[in-house]
């Protein structure tokens, strides 16, 4: 419990729930092995009772009862809670807040598989409605690589069954976690797993490479090859142009991002989606490196800031001098600049 709150909170939230009642079910993360994750490690999960969820719902009741209209129950996997537990803990919160309207949980797929369609109908009627999973990537050995513990067949079940019951699903992509040597495979297999499960949500972030993560000592010693600013968004391009029969909304709602702008409704919008990326693409070098270099200082937002002169100077003004360093890339720049982003 924070100084601030008179109930506990976790570490994290999508940036979706900004604006959400944060209900901490479980701590961190049961699984706690994918190698690109820095959330949890050297924190050990553990659940919390029913008895005690509640007593955090009425004392979050106390200070805040008719301030939200969606929530977000934290940590990484609550929904690994049985069954019944979770009914009896949506049906608390909504008795105490009648006015949520989204109650949103993550959920990792080889848990979520395990549970029938009409377990999850049941917390979609007791007011789950809406679930994000970590897809992160389609092709087999790309998850086995990171440790995901999950095959693609688990995540396309997983979905599958999310779906049936009704509750909103949300898939999160990530993107460049192929690294040199799997990109192809990876967009390619991601696009296939979201055609077959059709989300109402793909949310893409871009794979950052944290220090402290197994995959930061794989990097260091060259058994990861990670892709370029460039490079992600081309593997960008394959899944995008490979995604057929998806009605879902695509999200890029990760600051983390290169390209924010490329996201809308499917398929109407994958047209404009592929022309936004295929701008960035044709701009020269230079203007390439400039983009992604205002990117990570936080001064471009879109491509069109590009044109703005003000905006533009200081950035031309960085690029200069890594320009005149002459031993540093622009690369190696935004990947620095990336370590230091949530
Ligand atoms: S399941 Fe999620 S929270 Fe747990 S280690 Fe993997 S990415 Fe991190």
């Known amino acids: 419990m924070s100084m601030s709150s008179p109930y506990e909170i976790g570490p994290i939230r999508p940036p979706s729930e900004a604006r959400s009642l944060l209900l901490r079910l479980t701590r961190n993360c049961p699984w706690n092995r994918c190698e690109f994750c820095p959330v949890y490690k050297n924190r050990k999960f553990s659940r919390r009772s029913v008895d005690e969820i509640k007593r955090d719902i009425d004392a979050a009741a106390q200070v805040h009862a008719g301030m939200f209209k969606t929530a977000f129950l934290q940590d990484a996997n609550s929904i690994v809670m049985k069954t019944d537990d979770l009914v009896e803990v949506l049906e608390h919160l909504g008795a105490r807040f009648p006015e949520i309207e989204r109650v949103t949980i993550y959920g990792r797929a080889a848990t979520v598989a395990r549970k029938s369609v009409e377990e999850l109908a049941r917390l979609r009627e007791a007011g789950l409605t809406r ?3 970590g897809l992160e990537s389609g092709y087999g050995p790309v998850l086995e690589y990171v440790k995901k513990g999950a095959t693609p067949e ?4 997983a979905g599958r069954k999310v779906k049936q019951s009704g509750i909103s699903l949300s898939e ?3 993107l460049g976690l192929g690294g040199r040597k799997w990109w192809r495979e990876h967009a390619r297999a991601t696009a296939e797993a979201l055609n077959s499960i059709d989300p109402d949500y793909v949310r893409v972030r871009t794979l950052r490479v944290v220090r402290g993560t197994p995959l930061w000592d794989k990097l260091q010693s060259g058994r990861f090859a990670r892709l370029s600013d460039e490079e992600i968004v081309r593997e960008e391009r394959l899944m995008i142009d490979r ?5 879902g909304y695509f999200a890029s709602d990760h600051s983390l991002n290169l390209l924010m702008q490329v996201r809308g409704r499917l398929p109407d919008a994958k047209e404009d ?3 936004t990326i295929d701008r960035y693409l044709g701009l020269a070098e230079r203007e390439k490196r400039l983009f992604e270099l205002g990117r990570r200082l936080h001064v471009f937002h879109n491509l069109a800031d590009l044109r703005d002169e003000s905006r533009r100077a200081g950035v031309e003004q960085v690029l200069a001098e890594i320009e005149a360093d002459g031993d540093t890339s622009v690369d190696e720049v935004t990947f620095e600049l990336m370590g230091r982003m949530l």
């Open 131 to 133: 679930l994000h999973l």
């Open 154 to 157: 688990q995540i396309i079940e």
């Open 243 to 247: 995604l057929e029969g998806m009605s």
């Open 273 to 275: 989606m592929l022309k």
């Open 172 to 174: 999160y992509v990530l």
